[in-house]
């Protein structure tokens, strides 16, 4: 959440702020509601104290007078009207908790204004498209690729998205885990396991409630959600803690399978590996000094591209627009691999600067010194990478005329060959 003094003292600068991105909300009724419950606190801690010195006022009378029993009484009716001012208290500050959890996080003024996502910047590419295999064809038409990736035994036992990988490509899928791994630990990030459901004070803490609730697998017997990225468990990790500035930034990753329950539209935009609803993912966190938090994001954007250039796959940066940023965002750059086959970019990785807003969610906070004010830190995260579409891209790109394809050299020791044969 945003800081609500910043709301309270610059309302118009807020107002504007939202009004670049593409989610609405009632400012004036979330600054009524502050209002309504800053008095009904007042009045709350005022007869809280007016009760406190009435029961010291009677400890200090003999048991029995006059006076004692008098107090007594009023201490009934004060006793009452505590009760009721507290809940009164309470639902107004669950009524303004409800409407300010919509306020989206506010963009930087770096992002760039705009539309829609056709108002997204190119803000660097690397490779040439034209290196990739002369034979390249959509992963999904390529020659055995459904003895490989098995969706319709996926569809029988479970359900559409949520497909099977057999043999070589099973092995080629962790082959990139362990690659992706591996590199988030030279680059300093402590490796988690992590469970895969939260609780919905986690979801509430990243911003996926009460944004993205259709979009998450729900457990309603048990009030849990099913992870959409490793981002929710691993960012509320610190959760209600307090961090040593010396300690800043604190980096840890985690692989995990993601769920969604995201629809997407139909035809060959969605089709294969483009969008599953269950895809691994190694997630990338940070939890940094709100000065060094842009310069920190530039760093987890460009260790995401060297794992591209790694597997030698064609890719572009976007700065995405004030319009296509996230609900909980600042700043945003998407990652988009080129897919010789399909003849198109594929998103893989965002890497995002959330400032303070996940952060007061979660009441993770650092100091600077022992006895110092806490402060609020800032939270980043990135996919390294996404599996689904990466591997997409390496079927296509490194296709070869006898229908094999081409390991990219990195991953040749955890795959443990330079090919890799559908179907075996």
Not at 71 to 82: F, P, R
Not at 117 to 129: H, L, P
Request: aromatic share 8%.
């Amino acid at each position: 959440m945003i800081d609500i003094q910043l709301l309270r003292d610059n309302p118009e600068r807020v107002r504007e702020a939202i009004a670049r991105k593409k989610f609405d909300c009632d400012l004036d009724l979330v600054l009524e509601l502050d209002a309504r419950r800053r008095i009904q606190i007042g009045e709350f801690e005022a007869l809280r104290s007016q009760q406190k010195s009435a029961n010291q006022e009677m400890a200090a009378l003999p048991k029995g007078s006059p006076e004692f029993l008098a107090k007594v009484k009023e201490m009934k009716e004060l006793s009452a009207k505590v009760k009721e001012l507290e809940l009164a208290t309470k639902e107004i500050e669950e009524l303004w908790m409800e409407r300010f959890l919509t306020v989206p996080n506010l963009p930087d003024p770096s992002v760039p204004d705009g539309k829609s996502e056709d108002d997204n910047e190119v803000f660097s590419t690397w490779g040439d498209a034209g290196d990739c295999s002369p034979h390249a064809k959509a992963h999904y038409d390529i020659e055995n690729f459904d003895k490989a990736i098995d969706f319709p035994r996926g569809v029988k036992v479970t359900g559409a998205g949520f497909p099977f990988y057999i043999g070589s490509m099973a092995r080629l899928v962790r082959a990139l885990i362990q690659f992706f791994l591996d590199e988030a630990r030279k680059g300093g990030y402590t490796e988690l396991m992590t469970p895969l459901v939260v609780n919905e004070e986690s979801a509430t803490a990243t911003g996926q409630l009460p944004d993205k609730e259709g979009q998450m697998y729900v457990i309603p017997s048990q009030g849990l959600y099913m992870i959409p990225t490793a981002e929710v468990p691993v960012t509320n990790f610190f959760r209600d803690e307090i961090i040593d500035a010396k300690d800043l930034p604190l980096k840890r990753c985690a692989y995990t399978p993601c769920f969604r329950r995201e629809a997407g539209s139909w035809g060959k935009d969605v089709r294969g590996l483009n969008r599953l609803h269950q895809f691994d993912k190694v997630e990338l966190v940070q939890w940094s000094h709100p000065e060094k938090s842009f310069e920190e994001l530039d760093q987890l954007r460009e260790h995401s591209e060297k794992l591209l250039q790694k597997l030698e796959l064609p890719y572009r940066v976007l700065l995405m627009c004030s319009k296509d940023i996230g609900f909980p965002h600042a700043k945003q750059y998407d990652l988009e691999v080129w897919a010789a086959g399909q003849g198109r970019w594929l998103e893989v990785s965002s890497c995002s600067n959330f400032t303070d807003f996940q952060a007061r969610r979660a009441g993770i906070r650092f100091r600077e010194e022992a006895g110092a004010k806490p402060q609020t830190v800032h939270t980043l995260n990135g996919s390294a990478l996404a599996i689904p579409r990466t591997l997409a891209a390496i079927l296509e790109n490194n296709l070869q005329e006898d229908g094999s394809i081409r390991i990219p050299k990195v991953l040749e020791p955890w795959f443990g060959g330079d090919r890799l044969v559908l179907g075996e």
